[in-house]
């Protein structure tokens, strides 16, 4: 979905829009998206600045990141994201800018496109370091088994003979 800056007004515009998780292209390691991407917000013009906000929802799955099996994870995330034509940005490269003006983005020819700006709040949603349970083993670094399934039995005092002799270093 593309929304153009000149048909923002003051006004709230209502949207309530479903995108295919594929159209979303989430194209990172450890994280996909299930069914669609739900989002029902508004766009409105205020102090001359298009705002998108909304709560997106979706249901995510990620690896865990001790023994990296699935996790089911929903996402649902209020979101107000700004956005300026490119007119309304500085031109000169030295021109210091307020705290302010780091939260907004510039609508390149004039369009917002909404499947990027969903797509940007789901990655900042996903959790950085997901794990399955705080009790999760992970995985053995000897066999790789997963630790949560089996008892491996590897030796985890057993040095690598590549560093045997830092071993009679004291």
């Given at each position: 979905?593309?929304?153009?800056?000149?048909?923002?007004?003051?006004?709230?515009?209502?949207?309530?829009?479903?995108?295919?998780?594929?159209?979303?292209?989430?194209?990172t390691a450890g994280?996909?998206?299930?069914?669609?991407?739900?989002?029902?917000?508004?766009?409105?013009?205020?102090?001359?600045?298009?705002h998108l906000r909304?709560?997106?929802?979706?249901?995510?799955?990620?690896?865990?990141?001790?023994?990296?099996?699935?996790?089911?994870?929903?996402?649902?995330?209020?979101?107000?994201?700004?956005?300026?034509?490119?007119?309304?940005?500085?031109?000169?490269?030295?021109?210091?800018?307020?705290?302010?003006?780091?939260?907004?983005?510039?609508?390149?020819?004039?369009?917002?496109?909404?499947?990027?700006?969903?797509?940007?709040?789901?990655?900042?949603?996903?959790?950085?370091?997901?794990?399955?349970?705080?009790?999760?083993?992970?995985?053995?670094?000897?066999?790789?088994?997963?630790?949560?399934?089996?008892?491996?039995?590897?030796?985890?005092?057993?040095?690598?003979?590549r560093w045997a002799?830092?071993?009679?270093?004291?």
């Amino acid at each position: 979905m593309i929304i153009e800056l000149e048909n923002i007004g003051v006004r709230a515009k209502e949207i309530d829009e479903s995108i295919a998780a594929a159209d979303i292209g989430l194209d990172t390691a450890g994280a996909c998206l299930e069914g669609t991407v739900r989002f029902r917000g508004e766009a409105v013009r205020i102090d001359g600045k298009a705002h998108l906000r909304g709560t997106v929802q979706v249901a995510a799955k990620v690896d865990c990141s001790r023994c990296l099996e699935p996790i089911e994870r929903p996402i649902e995330t209020f979101f107000d994201a700004i956005f300026v034509s490119s007119d309304m940005m500085p031109e000169d490269a030295e021109t210091v800018l307020a705290d302010a003006d780091l939260d907004e983005s510039v609508a390149e020819g004039g369009i917002i496109d909404v499947a990027e700006t969903l797509r940007e709040q789901i990655l900042l949603d996903l959790p950085d370091h997901p794990v399955c349970s705080e009790t999760c083993k992970g995985l053995c670094p000897k066999c790789g088994g997963n630790r949560n399934l089996i008892d491996c039995k590897c030796e985890e005092n057993e040095i690598d003979p590549r560093w045997a002799a830092l071993r009679d270093l004291k």
